[in-house]
């Protein structure tokens, strides 16, 4: 009785208040902003320490807590609302409001009102709005109520964007009243740490217009872009549509917080041939002067008829031909020269059915089928990008390794992270080799012959070379495909000679047309268009 006694004077005696960390920056290339931290406050009150009437001094705080304090329904609602939260006499401590302004703070504060206190915590500003949205994340509470953040870099770095709370511990008399001659302890807050990303807004606020265009202009019910250093792994641009604005993400349904790029699977269609491409021919299992001996009709596999997606059909086509057309039996002839078993070991090579590590909170992926359980069917359907499913970023990272000369990058959002008085930079592991520099050049060439000779060629951009492919896939629904609705893909890089970029553009189940040549190509070249300029991609001819 006599130690349950002393703890609870000790807790009329002793005070203590955890001080927040203000939360870290995250910084563009430029070194301008593209999440600030701003000065917010948490209003709280002490029941028990107020001479007032709770309906005075709710009526007193209550217009500076609305948005508009001329609206007398608002002002009446939070008065109330005020009033029944103070008037709690049985607890010493209730939240009024939380993430206030500081000038509301100051306001309220002027009013001079014994019990009223106030905390500090880290809200968000957004310079550039719902930009990157995905990318960035979102800070919300935890089941605790204290900041946490929520997916994209705002989860992935929570713990060091966090810094850690300090604590003032200070004694008190049994009314609350600190003690002048008593201890005080104290620990200094320690900032989170500030982060410079590689996403440039240049590039990121082009490439949302002309999404956000396409998908009205195609009749998309979504959409992405992604653009990658295909050297080094950074990430220049990241949109999708739709979006949120991380500063109201309460407004919003939690589905629309998903980044598509790393945690939706698709099946990719035509845009995979290349990879399977690459590695039939850096298996040697087929090389440019080998001829399809099947190519000359649709061909029947376990009962299932494989055709070519315009029923046009190549005796002895190249595989070249076979790129430049996007012809299903050709790669098919492909898939059944390497065999099951030396197809999965290239796409495990290129990153198909792991993640890729990108520091993105949400990243998922769907396996590939385990190896050497593969049916003739999934042989020859993979071959042409159906039947398998792969994310956005997982093709950009892949193509990449065509582009760079047979390196698969690893891709990052993070270059710098920046603390009180140092700084760190991120280097990415080292990319390990997956096809040969002269198979990557092969694949390189088959696919600017797509791009000038294939069914996009009537949206290339004149005068400059670009290794490009399209891609067409249907959507599986309930164990069969949608015969009325497809994705549509271009993934591509330029200049070829040493590539400063690769981009996938993705459009889900545009209406205007059943096509990729005729949606997501013309799309890709009109971001394109602006894109050679800034990054100083001049013609080649």
């Given at each position: 009785m006599g130690s349950t006694l002393s703890q609870k004077a000790q807790s009329q005696y002793d005070s203590s208040t955890i001080t927040a960390a203000p939360r870290g920056n995250i910084l563009a290339p430029d070194g301008s902003f593209w999440v600030l931290r701003n000065n917010v406050w948490q209003i709280t009150v002490n029941p028990k320490l107020i001479k007032e009437s709770p309906e005075n001094?709710?009526?007193?705080?209550?217009?500076?807590?609305?948005?508009?304090?001329?609206?007398?329904?608002?002002?009446?609602?939070e008065t109330q609302k005020i009033n029944n939260l103070i008037s709690k006499q049985d607890v010493s401590w209730v939240s009024l409001a939380q993430k206030v302004a500081d000038s509301v703070k100051k306001n309220i504060q002027a009013l001079g009102i014994l019990g009223i206190d106030f905390?500090?915590?880290?809200?968000?500003?957004?310079?550039?709005?719902?930009?990157?949205?995905?990318?960035l994340g979102f800070v919300g509470k935890d089941d605790g109520g204290n900041d946490m953040g929520y997916f994209g870099l705002e989860g992935?770095?929570?713990?060091?964007?966090s810094g850690k709370p300090g604590f003032v511990g200070q004694e008190k008399d049994a009314k609350g009243t600190p003690i002048l001659l008593g201890g005080t302890k104290e620990v200094t807050a320690i900032n989170g740490v500030d982060l410079t990303i590689s996403v440039d807004k240049r590039i990121q606020l082009l490439i949302e217009k002309n999404l956000e265009d396409g998908i009205v202009k195609y009749e998309a019910r979504?959409?992405?872009?992604?653009?990658?250093?295909?050297?080094?792994?950074k990430i220049l641009g990241m949109a999708t549509y739709p979006s949120f604005d991380p500063s109201k993400y309460w407004e919003y349904n939690n589905e629309v917080f998903r980044n598509p790029v790393i945690s939706d699977s698709f099946e990719p269609g035509s845009v995979f041939k290349v990879l399977v491409m690459a590695g039939g021919l850096d298996s040697g299992a087929v090389t440019l002067e080998t001829k399809c001996d099947i190519c000359n009709g649709p061909i029947s596999v376990d009962g299932y008829q494989i055709e070519t997606w315009n029923n046009k059909y190549h005796p002895n086509s190249s595989m070249t031909d076979v790129i430049v057309d996007s012809d299903n039996v050709g790669m098919t002839f492909v898939g059944q020269k390497m065999g099951a078993n030396t197809l999965y070991d290239y796409l495990q090579k290129f990153g198909i059915g792991n993640t890729t590590g990108i520091d993105l909170q949400g990243e998922s992926v769907s396996p590939l089928r385990k190896r050497g359980t593969w049916s003739n069917v999934d042989?020859?359907?993979?071959?042409?990008?159906?039947?398998?499913?792969?994310?956005?970023?997982?093709?950009?990272?892949?193509?990449?390794?065509i582009a760079n000369g047979g390196y698969l990058p690893f891709p990052h959002v993070v270059t710098q992270i920046q603390g009180d008085g140092w700084q760190?930079?991120?280097?990415?592991?080292?990319?390990?080799?997956?096809?040969?520099?002269?198979t990557a050049e092969e694949i390189t060439q088959m696919m600017v012959d797509a791009a000038n000779l294939g069914e996009a060629k009537w949206t290339k951009i004149p005068g400059f070379t670009v290794a490009a492919k399209t891609g067409t896939a249907q959507i599986p629904v309930a164990g069969h495909y949608d015969p009325t609705n497809t994705n549509h893909s271009f993934i591509g890089f330029a200049p070829v000679d040493h590539p400063k970029f690769v981009m996938l553009v993705m459009l889900q189940s545009p209406q205007s047309s059943p096509w990729a040549a005729e949606t997501a190509a013309p799309l890709w070249y009109s971001i394109a268009k602006d894109l050679f300029p800034y990054m100083g991609i001049q013609p080649d001819r």
């Open positions: 001094i709710a009526k007193k705080i209550a217009p500076f807590l609305v948005d508009d304090s001329n609206n007398i329904a608002s002002v009446s609602a905390t500090q915590g880290g809200g968000r500003f957004y310079p550039e709005a719902s930009a990157a949205a995905q990318l992935y770095y929570n713990l060091p964007l979504g959409g992405s872009v992604t653009i990658m250093d295909p050297y080094t792994g042989l020859d359907t993979t071959t042409f990008g159906q039947g398998v499913a792969v994310t956005a970023i997982q093709m950009v990272r892949a193509v990449s390794a760190e930079n991120v280097e990415p592991s080292d990319s390990p080799r997956v096809i040969s520099q002269k």
